[in-house]
């Protein structure tokens, strides 16, 4: 049987070195897909006082450079980042978003895009913020006074707001004591006090001031009688 010579031999061993070499190569240049968007708390947050955190996660790790998924939002309540960059050998990055605060429930979809790959999407639930689940929620200082005086009205929040201003309807239920339709609280703050106006009443009179936040039926309504 004739055989190659030494030489040959040793040229194509060094061929299939070569070869597996490209192989496993072409194997780690493997493009990373995004796979989907994922969302914390998985549960709705508060306009104005809570964030969500987005993370976008990819099928392996991002190669030298990082890799960037685009992001966009259908809502202006909810404000995203043009892109997301998730770093060379990590398989996801996240970002904090923080919802403006809103008087009625607004969904929110936040869609990631990156090339080769479908869109991912994820939904965020913003509701009204919620009054102080306690007494604090709505207090009046001082809690009686003669007709023609005032009084000062304070309602607070669950949470400090951090996207703002957040508004609180007001109503009373008598024409004798006044108060506006609503108030604001203002950014960085969790409370807003406001004048409340009284005209004399014939006879003494225990009128209810109503402060309604989260307006929802898992919401919060806080009355105080004057």
Known sequence: MLKPPHDARTSASAWLVLVAALLGSHAALAVPTLTSLSKSPSTSVMGGCQTVTVTANLSEAAPTGGTTVSLSSNKTELSVPATLTVPAGATSASTTLSPTGVTANVTATVTGTL????????????????????????????????????????????????????????????????????????????????????????????????????????????????
């Open 115 to 226: 090339s080769g790959s479908p869109n991912r999407t994820t939904s965020v639930t913003i509701t009204p913020v919620g009054l102080d689940t306690s007494t604090a929620g709505l207090t009046l200082n001082p809690t009686s006074v003669t007709g023609g005086n005032s009084t000062t009205a304070t309602g607070k929040l669950q949470c400090t707001v951090t996207a703002g201003p957040v508004t609180i309807p007001l109503a009373s239920n008598n024409p004798i004591v006044t108060v506006p339709s609503t108030v604001t609280v203002a950014q960085n703050t969790d409370h807003t006090d406001v004048t409340v106006t009284t005209t004399a009443p014939v006879s003494q009179t225990s009128v209810a001031i109503t402060a309604t936040s989260n307006l929802t039926s898992t919401g919060y309504a806080r009355t105080k009688n004057l």
